[in-house]
């Protein structure tokens, strides 16, 4: 497929996801959302493709939504659009997803990484939730997600002044899952990415949707329901395949079944 504001490529089992808006910072406009939701559903139907990475330009991950595309709107055009919803769709992906933020990860760009299952950051990478400036609030989640991810003491300092955090602080706070060179960024994600691909996929989604229970749910029953998608992991060859491989002392072969 052809797309105007991203691009796809495959590595082996391996999808990346390039946002490519470079004369406005990858702001997220329109069609960048439609087409990165319409990209990541499509491969995350996909069971070739066992993990899913989303990038940046080394400048800008993403500098927020488009603001300019924003300004002019009314309330009824965005409540009757249900303005960002489609945003929504990038969390129900069962393919695990890998954001590699460089640069600016600010608003709408920030609350993208933070949908993404793990989030890799160049030791350049700047977050923040500036929407207050502009006399909004976060739009895609960045309200929830990011005081799930830091506590509220950072994510109230983030969304009452606007101000971005570097990724030595981000990684202290716990929103990101590792910190590289600039230069080493694109090619880490990748071999994180491979090696979530190369696990059995239906268990990487079990494992997946046992975590963001975590999200959704009490204690007791978030254990609960990953006791019985443990038990239902001994339904699956690649359960056996493993355990076997183990006991034999050779590498496993899952055949994601
Ligand atoms: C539209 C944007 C943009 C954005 C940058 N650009 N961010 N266009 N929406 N969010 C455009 C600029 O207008 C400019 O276009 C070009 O990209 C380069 O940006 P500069 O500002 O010249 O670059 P620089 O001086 O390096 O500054 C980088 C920056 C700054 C600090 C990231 O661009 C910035 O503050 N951007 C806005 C960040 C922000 O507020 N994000 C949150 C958006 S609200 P021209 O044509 O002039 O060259 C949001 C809400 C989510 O995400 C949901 C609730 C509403």
């Known amino acids: 497929t052809d797309y105007q504001t991203i691009k796809v490529e495959r590595r082996d089992r391996v999808a990346i996801v390039t946002l490519n808006r470079p004369e406005a910072l990858n702001a997220l406009n329109l069609t960048v959302m439609q087409e990165t939701v319409a990209a990541t559903t499509e491969l995350d139907r996909d069971p070739s493709v066992g993990a899913i990475v989303i990038t940046g330009s080394a400048k800008a991950f993403a500098a927020g939504a488009d603001i300019k595309e924003m300004a002019p709107k009314s ?14 769709r990038l969390a129900q992906l069962r393919t695990p997803t890998i954001a590699a933020v460089s640069g600016y990860a600010l608003g709408g760009g920030c609350e993208l990484a933070m949908i993404c299952d793990i989030l890799i950051a160049s030791d350049t990478a700047k977050f923040g939730q500036p929407e207050i400036k502009l006399g909004v609030i976060p739009g895609i989640g960045g309200s929830q997600r990011l005081t799930r991810a830091v506590g509220k003491a950072k994510a109230m300092d983030l969304c009452l002044t606007g101000r971005n955090m570097d990724a030595a602080e ?10 590289v060179a600039a230069d080493q960024l694109l090619d ?41 998608l443990f038990h239902s992991t001994f339904a699956t060859d690649d359960q056996k395949e493993g355990m076997a491989a183990f006991v034999e002392k050779r590498p496993a072969t899952f055949t994601h079944r």
């Open 170 to 179: 981000a990684e202290r706070a716990g929103l990101v899952s590792r910190v």
């Open 75 to 88: 309330y009824m055009d965005v409540y009757l659009d249900d303005w960002f919803a489609a945003w929504d």
């Open 188 to 228: 880490t994600a990748i071999e994180v990415a491979q090696t979530v691909a190369g696990m059995s996929l239906p268990i990487a989604m079990m494992a997946k949707e046992a975590v963001g229970r975590a999200f959704e749910t009490t204690l007791a029953e978030g254990i609960r329901f990953e006791r019985r």
